[in-house]
């Protein structure tokens, strides 16, 4: 058990639908990052949140966004979804902004949009 | 960050050592080695890091050679529940100033059999 949360564990819904996903951070933990692993495209980087603000931008589209709350649990919002958006969804946590710090990351949220 | 290369798959012997190896050949001399996991569909797992000097914890060791262009990580008894997918990643070590996130490759698939 790592200490990072994801909630929930599984999710289906319908093309064109939005949903969100929730991640607590390891207690003391200030950032938190979102990775995407599909099939085809392997564990990719979506985006970083250290104490509230935005750190970090990867490959994430527009039609995705996220938030990191005062008491620094995050939420990845997902909206017009695609078939393609199918894919397990990763929160991971860190002390710092980056660097060295390990991160841990949670059990992951399962999206299946049919 | 630099690029790594690993095997795609190997297979190793229940209780016998597993020795991964990992080529970074273009690795900077503030880059760490990272090791992560993953089992199955789980969250990634955090295994071991170092710079330059051999490292040993109770998961596993990571010899790292003396340019810094291969490693090896190593399990030293192997068991079935070592089954996974073990990502080498090569990490700036740039505390505070640089983005987090970590760069997965697509690994080495590692198969312990009885």
């Known amino acids: 058990d790592s200490g990072v949360t994801q909630t929930p564990k599984h999710l289906i819904t319908a093309t064109g639908q939005r949903v969100t996903l929730r991640c607590s951070p390891r207690s003391g933990d200030l950032s938190v990052y979102w990775y995407q692993q599909s099939l085809d495209q392997g564990l990719q980087f979506l985006i970083q949140?250290?104490?509230?603000?935005?750190?970090a931008k990867g490959n994430i589209l527009e039609r995705f966004s996220a938030q990191q709350f005062p008491d620094l649990h995050s939420e990845l919002n997902l909206s017009s979804l695609e078939l393609g958006d199918s894919a397990l969804y990763f929160c991971?946590?860190?002390?710092?902004?980056?660097?060295?710090?390990?991160?841990?990351f949670g059990p992951g949220t399962r999206l299946t949009v049919l | 960050d630099a690029k790594t290369t690993q095997p795609t798959s190997m297979d190793c012997a229940e209780g016998r050592a597993a020795n991964l190896p990992c080529n970074h050949s273009t690795i900077s001399g503030n880059e760490y080695v990272y090791w992560y996991r993953q089992i199955h569909s789980q969250g990634p797992q955090y295994i071991i890091h170092g710079l330059k000097n051999n490292e040993t914890n109770e998961m596993a060791s990571l010899i790292i050679t003396e340019d810094r262009k291969s490693s090896t990580l190593i399990l030293p008894h192997a068991t079935l529940r070592d089954t996974a997918v073990y990502y080498c990643i090569v990490r700036v070590a740039n505390y505070g100033g640089s983005q987090g996130n970590l760069i997965f490759g697509k690994g080495t698939k590692l198969s312990v059999k009885p």
């Open positions: 949140y250290y104490n509230g603000e935005e750190r």
């Open positions: 991971a946590s860190s002390v710092g902004p980056g660097g060295t710090d390990t991160q841990y």
